[in-house]
């Protein structure tokens, strides 16, 4: 075999990954001065952010003065259970009303209210319209703003590169190993600071809303460099993904049906919500259909329609209603909005659910509900981070957006996602160019030994030549063992049998080999996402076996009361050198949740 | 209720290539991209496929589908004709890296030459007062999703490598539209896109909107709008008399 | 271990994939490009021949659009058939002008239609096949659009346009004089087949591109200007069927001139209703 010969490229910073969190941090870097790249595995623009459909959530009080960053908060840390990072929830909601300007003077064109200001939306938990949005296709016009300010900002981006291992200078990271997917050719940048931003995990089920991408390539790269993943167990399940054609099974439909006015029924035609509101938001939830009814035109007298409940309480309740043999033909419920309002109101708020459902699965929803259930769509765990800077452990790693965690607690609300990525995103950028310039020259160094190592790996796939294992087989297993044991609902025996299943299916993973060269040739590419697939959902499931308790997004059958001990408690993982040397392994700890100071503490008691 | 499907996929590189077959397993409800999948699971795992969400809204999976510019996760099987095989080739406008992926760097370097959005001096900072009526026709443009095909069918550079050199193509002609239109936007870009980004290579046969995914009216709500825009700044004989008369901006108000 | 900085994304200009076929659409595509070419050539001839004819264009009360307005002095030269009681109105231009008035009548309708952005779509593809249909190569070696002179020439669309709207008023008088007799009032198949036309032709070019930016489009703000919103929103409407407005009332034009035609030369009767 000929020696292996790489690309060189020095930078300041890398950002890995270009969706929202990514692109942004990457402007805030290069404004800061910061020589800075942006490596994505898709095309630029292609990024999962631009799923995300309803809005971006910012009190900027456009339609309702009484709303501003406190009641943000509490709506962000009740939805998140509590379980929240204080600090971060409060700069979350602090900074996204700027964030959101800020992509106004980039050009961004979010609807308008009469008056000419952003216009906003309701959605679940929020308890005043808050999501800035166009449409239902917030997330595009958000990754094209920030795109096409990259772009003239002159940031270089690195398109369909993959990055295999982040490379350190004894603590400190030292640089980046990727490679390019259309020659298979490696590359290797030398910079001081990465910041991760490579999105979730949801690939690792067999219904999900997220794409290829989302295999949770930043956790696992943060794990094997020596940061620690916080509150894995909670991974939330979207209320809302179509069921029929199987084709199609786990695309998201927007919670934006539900906020203009969509509810959920069961094949009995009852809205079901009324009898799953829980103790814990009696209070701001309506009881009646009238009140809920009216609640969209007036929220200072009314509360809260129960389909407007956060993601978790909404997936869990639809999942008891098909388990009760109450469900739709194609195994979900109705969300119904043909009956509630005027088909061209549908078509302009919800333009590419209309699209969506008419092309993919022949239903004008405009004259029939859909059918619809629960869908693997976001993890809230993820790498710690200082709630400031978003610095993990290992200095000159940050991470922002879904990758990082802390943020949303044991549930994330609709339309945070998207402000979390701005707000962390600049923050996670504009420190990591600030560390690189406190570095002077003395700058962490890539050892030849590390970069040999990784490219072994990287290339063994390809290398065994036996063909005992396909790469696609295994991800099938993997993403049904996720899908049937560690799913909305789990329970101890489930998830140990799971734990096992992935032991098994990471040793055969070490045997995956694949045909063809190293040119654009997926079967490779799969064969080294599924190794930080693998070590992913087992971190997922091994936090939730830990967490004996039902929270958020995490149910156990067998622990169905919220504990308020593990209210108090966060899991961390961590891959730690095995004591006779052998292969690194994945322990578990908890840790002391930070506490809120008083004058925030106080914010969340109590009725608003 | 499953059938057989027979897939006749082009596979090669720079170096030339052929027709594969494959026949798989298909499924009601089914698009391409899922019988591609499934081919490429099953019988060629090094089978290159540029795809992401699979629900089109990301605009990766562009191919041509018996001969058409389309996505292949919004092509349902049902809308082919039926017993037929299908017929997958890459795009045929890029050069080619491997099978179904091709290099489309054309556009990302286009994308570069866009002078930036810049606001006016009225309202250099926001949050900026725009009524909808003011952003609706630039929110169209705004749905673009980049898949390329527009550029792909565009036959000013499909059936002409040379003008890749003087020609932007429709998806920069909705952006430099778009741009114009905004309601607060300060630069005209509108000579720009005659002379140097080639607006008038365009002869309006409108393939670019037969094939939008997102049913973007890029002729008449864009190319046309622009170009009667370039002949208010360039051409128009009645503005220019009185342009000589009174100078000011021919689109100003 | 060789170390060298490139850029991220170095522009490529490898070769295509080889795909011999010139298209691999499967449908049939032809049909449309060869229907429009057909139907083009037919309306074309029948035209070029009706307006060289010289003759035949008038049966009181009815001037054929073609010849419209009358422009030259020989428009005095129309057959004395059996119907015809005076000829029409006298024209401008003078003796000078020898060959047909629809000539000169017919260069701003012709250059409306020849420069409209629906006929350059519907010509282009049929008639000069750049391209026949989408995805089908077209035959030209070199190809520079509109980007030089005579096609740059499209740009004048609103200048016809413009005048069109002129035209038009003389079409819509027409249509009124249609409904004129002798000493009283007339209506006819031929009085409803010159209103029918002159609507039509309002609609075409009311439809047009070039109406929709003068209207409004060329506007910035919409906020600040209602009224022209309001319009260009109506306008927008008509802009959707600008290209079955167009051919209708092109097919319109012929037929119109083909009765008059007929009842002049007194191929068929002239009913009058009262």
Not at chain 1, 170 to 198: D, H, M, N
Not at chain 1, 448 to 467: F, I, M
Not at chain 1, 575 to 595: H, S
Request: aromatic share 10%.
């Amino acid at each position: 075999m000929p020696e292996e010969t790489y690309e060189h490229h020095p930078y300041d910073v890398v950002v890995i990954g270009a969706g929202g969190a990514g692109l942004r941090a990457a402007v805030e870097a290069s404004d800061a001065g910061a020589k800075t790249a942006i490596i994505c595995r898709s095309l630029l623009g292609k990024a999962h952010t631009v799923m995300a459909e309803g809005g971006i959530a910012a009190a900027l009080g456009n339609l309702w003065p009484e709303d501003n960053w406190k009641v943000h908060f509490r709506d962000t840390m009740r939805g998140g259970k509590l379980l929240n990072n204080w600090r971060m929830a409060e700069l979350h909601a602090k900074e996204s009303p700027d964030r959101v300007l800020e992509l106004e003077q980039w050009g961004a064109l979010f609807d308008r209210t009469p008056a000419g200001k952003i216009s906003q939306r309701d959605f679940g938990g929020h308890r005043y319209a808050r999501l800035a949005h166009v449409g239902d296709r917030t997330g595009l016009e958000m990754i094209r703003t920030l795109q096409q300010r990259a772009v003239a900002l002159g940031i270089d981006v690195f398109m369909e590169l993959t990055v295999t291992d982040l490379l350190k200078d004894g603590e400190r990271i030292a640089g980046v190993l990727a490679y390019w997917r259309e020659s298979g050719k490696f590359v290797v940048f030398e910079s001081p600071a990465v910041v991760l931003a490579t999105g979730g995990i949801g690939k690792s089920w067999k219904v999900t809303s997220n794409s290829w991408e989302c295999t949770g390539d930043g956790h696992a790269l943060a794990l094997r460099a020596g940061a620690a993943l916080l509150n894995m167990e909670f991974v939330q399940f979207h209320p809302t993904g179509m069921v029929w054609p199987l084709s199609v099974r786990g695309l998201l439909v927007t919670e934006s049906v539900r906020g203009d006015g969509g509810v959920l029924r069961n094949s009995e035609g009852k809205r079901f919500m009324f009898d799953y509101i829980p103790e814990f938001f009696k209070a701001e939830t309506a009881d009646s259909v009238e009140e809920a009814d009216r609640w969209y035109d007036d929220k200072s007298n009314n509360r809260r329609p129960p389909e407007l409940l956060p993601r978790d309480e909404v997936a869990r309740s639809i999942n008891s209603e098909i388990k009760a043999g109450r469900g739709s033909p194609h195994g979900g419920v109705f969300l119904d909005i043909a009956s509630r309002r005027s088909p061209e109101f549908i078509k302009r708020r919800l333009p590419s659910m209309y699209h969506q459902f008419k092309e993919l699965a022949d239903v004008d929803i405009t004259k029939e509900p859909m059918e619809i259930g629960p869908t693997c769509h976001y993890v809230m765990g993820g790498v710690e981070v200082d709630a400031d800077t978003q610095v993990s452990r290992v200095p000159g790693l940050y991470a922002a957006g879904e990758v990082a965690g802390g943020m949303h607690g044991a549930n994330r609300l609709g339309g945070n996602s998207l402000s979390d990525l701005l707000v962390f995103g600049r923050r996670a950028g504009e420190f990591a160019a600030s560390y690189v310039k406190s570095l002077g020259a003395g700058r962490p160094k890539i050892s030849e030994a590390d970069l040999k190592r990784a490219v072994g790996e990287a290339l063994a796939p390809l290398q065994s030549g036996k063909a005992e294992e396909n790469p696609y087989a295994l991800h099938q297993e993997l993403q049904e063992t996720m899908q049937d044991l560690v799913g909305i609902i789990r329970v101890e025996a489930e998830i140990q049998e799971a734990i096992g299943r992935i032991a098994a299916l990471q040793a055969r993973a070490t045997r995956v080999s694949v045909d063809g060269g190293r040119r654009y040739n997926p079967g490779w590419h799969l064969s080294l996402d599924l190794r930080n697939m693998l070590l992913v959902s087992q971190a997922v499931a091994i936090a939730a076996l830990e967490r004996q308790e039902s929270r958020g997004a995490h149910t156990r059958d067998d622990f169905p009361m919220t504990d308020p001990y593990w209210g108090t408690q966060n899991i961390v993982l961590e891959l730690k050198a095995a004591p006779d040397g052998g292969a690194p392994t994945l322990t578990k700890r908890r840790q002391e949740l930070p506490k809120a100071p008083p004058e925030l503490a106080e914010l969340l008691e109590g009725e608003h | 209720m499953s059938y057989d499907l027979t897939l006749n996929i082009w596979r090669g590189d720079a170096n030339g290539g052929d027709f594969a077959e494959y026949v798989v397993p298909a499924e009601e409800g089914q698009v391409v991209l899922d019988a591609v999948h499934r081919a490429q699971a099953t019988m060629a795992n090094d089978l290159a496929v540029r795809w992401n969400c699979k629900a089109g809204k990301c605009g990766s999976c562009s191919a041509e589908i018996n001969g058409r510019p389309r996505l292949m996760c919004m092509t349902r099987l049902s809308s082919l004709p039926q017993g037929e095989p299908v017929t997958i080739t890459p795009l045929r406008t890029f050069p080619i890296i491997r099978d179904l992926v091709t290099d489309v760097s054309f556009n990302y370097e286009r994308a570069k030459q866009v002078p930036a959005f810049t606001p006016t001096a009225e309202q250099p900072q926001a949050p900026f007062t725009m009524h909808q009526v003011d952003v609706q026709r630039s929110q169209e443009f705004r749905k673009c999703i980049e898949c390329w095909l527009c550029q792909n069918v565009c036959h000013v550079i499909r059936d002409h490598e040379e003008n890749k050199e003087h020609y932007a193509g429709p998806r920069f002609f909705i952006r430099y539209a778009e741009l114009d239109m905004h309601p607060n936007d300060a630069l005209d870009r509108k000579e720009f896109v005659q002379d140097v980004q080639g607006l008038g290579y365009c002869n309006i046969t409108k393939c670019c909107t037969e094939v939008c995914p997102e049913s973007i009216k890029i002729t008449d709500n864009a190319i046309i709008a622009l170009k009667e825009r370039v002949v208010d700044a360039k051409y128009d004989p009645v503005v220019r008399f009185f342009r000589r008369r009174r100078p000011r901006s021919a689109s100003s108000e | 271990m060789t170390a060298a900085t490139t850029t991220p994304t170095p522009p490529r200009t490898g070769p295509r994939a080889a795909i011999a076929a010139k298209t691999l659409r499967k449908d049939r595509w032809r049909l449309e490009p060869t229907a429009y070419a057909i139907l083009f050539l037919l309306f074309v001839g029948y035209v070029a021949w009706a307006a060289w004819e010289n003759a035949d264009y008038y049966a009181r009360p009815y001037l054929s659009p073609l010849y419209s307005p009358c422009l030259a002095s020989i428009c005095a030269n129309v057959r004395a058939g059996s119907h015809i009681v005076h000829p029409p109105r006298v024209g401008f231009i003078g003796t000078w002008w020898a060959v047909s008035p629809a000539l000169l009548a017919l260069i701003i309708p012709g250059g409306l239609r020849t420069t409209c952005y629906y006929y350059r779509k519907a010509y282009y593809r049929a008639i000069w096949r750049a391209p026949q249909a989408c995805g089908v190569a077209e035959p030209h070696r070199r190809y520079t659009g509109e980007t030089r002179f005579p096609l740059i020439l499209q740009n004048l669309h609103r200048l016809f346009f413009i005048l069109a709207l002129l035209v038009n008023g003389v079409l819509t008088w027409d249509a009124f004089e249609s409904f004129r007799w002798p000493g009283g009032w007339n209506m006819g198949v031929g009085s409803i087949i010159l209103t029918l036309n002159a609507a039509l032709l309002w609609m075409y070019s009311l439809s047009c591109h070039s109406c929709r930016h003068i209207i409004g489009g060329r506007l910035k703000h919409f906020s600040r200007h209602p009224v022209r919103f309001w319009l260009w929103g109506v306008v927008s409407k008509l802009n959707q069927s600008h290209m079955q407005i167009a051919l209708v009332s092109m097919v319109w034009v012929a037929l119109t001139d083909l009765y008059i035609r007929m009842v002049a030369v007194g191929w068929i009767p002239n009913p009058r209703f009262f």
